[in-house]
């Protein structure tokens, strides 16, 4: 029989995350802070939990997906937080996008409390989430990395599933992978601006240059979102904020130069700031579009 595992935070991605743990026969204990998907999951079989310290009294593996670090730490260290209900040996599994050194200080009040940390946050949007096809990065505790790796197959790419290092080097990786699609995405969007303000059929040129060195998953997937103006959320803009905040945050902990990233940071807030707050992430080019004077969808 697998073992039991806890989930909290059953929001766009961690709902079927959740739901991929179910199919593959995980017996799951989930809890969230609005109650439509937590019945959508106990009518697929899991059970319900009325706070984060239930899931931990009934789950030695508890896996949580939420929006920011106050988030994880309220859910954490809260008066009926998860170290609240923490069973010795448990292994926690955080899969949010939060700061490094947030999860550095989470790992080690767990480790005070007989349990082992891991921090594990996901590319691949919503679309990774549905299909089990995330791309996960580790960090933290080996031999705890070893024990959960079936769990984290349930929810991602096999070949995609690295620990990159110690505890926060998962996050540290997030951040990395945040600053790379932001830089990207900027200059598909102005390549896409361009065509558009030269004439040129924009379609036929992503064509062209997917087909060259200027491939990437990126151009591919959301500059087909550019093409088309579906910005339906995969992954909302106002969190990308989030990422984009925590990525400024990291880069001066380390001083570490961010001409590119700062630039592309401006543009993200701005986003955010927008009318499309609540649009998918790709919805960055219609900030070029704007200042380009082109309609953005």
């Keep these: 029989m697998p073992e039991t595992i806890g989930f909290i935070g059953l929001g766009l991605m961690g709902k079927p995350m ?13 809890h969230s802070r609005s109650a439509p998907p937590v019945d959508e999951l106990v009518s697929l079989g899991a059970a319900r939990a009325e706070s984060p310290a239930q899931v931990a009294r009934q789950a030695r593996r508890v896996i949580t997906m939420l929006p920011d670090s106050s988030d994880v730490e309220r859910v954490l260290t809260g008066p009926d937080g998860v170290f609240a209900g923490m069973q010795a040996g448990t292994i926690l599994i955080d899969m949010s996008s939060i700061s490094p050194a947030v999860t550095r200080r989470l790992a080690d009040a767990a480790r005070e409390k007989g349990g082992v940390l891991l921090d594990a946050p996901v590319s691949g949007g919503e679309i990774g989430a549905i299909n089990a096809s995330l791309s996960i990065m580790v960090g933290g505790d080996a031999a705890a990395f070893e024990a959960v ?15 990159v290092g110690d505890s926060g080097a998962g996050q540290l990786c997030k951040v990395c992978n945040q600053m790379v699609i932001g830089g990207t995405l900027s200059v598909v969007g102005e390549a896409i601006a361009l065509a558009r303000k030269a004439g040129v059929d924009a379609a036929k ?5 997917l087909g060259g060195f200027a491939a990437s998953r990126v151009l591919e997937v959301h500059g087909e979102r550019i093409l ?14 989030k990422d984009y905040r925590i990525a400024a945050e990291t880069l001066a902990a380390h001083d570490a130069p961010s001409p590119v ?5 401006s543009l993200v807030d701005a986003l955010a700031k927008s009318d499309r707050a609540e649009d998918d992430y790709s919805a960055l080019a219609t900030v ?3 200042m ?5 969808s």
């Design 149 to 163: 790796t079936p769990v984290l197959r349930a929810m991602g790419n096999p070949e995609r599933i690295i620990r």
């Design 18 to 30: 959740a739901k991929n743990l179910l199919t593959r026969g995980y017996p799951l204990v989930v």
């Design 288 to 290: 070029i579009f704007r």
């Design 261 to 265: 990233t700062s630039v592309v940071r």
């Design 228 to 241: 088309t103006g579906n910005y339906k959320p995969g992954f909302r803009s106002k969190l990308y904020a």
């Design 292 to 296: 380009a004077g082109l309609p953005d």
């Design 205 to 209: 040129v992503r064509e062209a240059l």
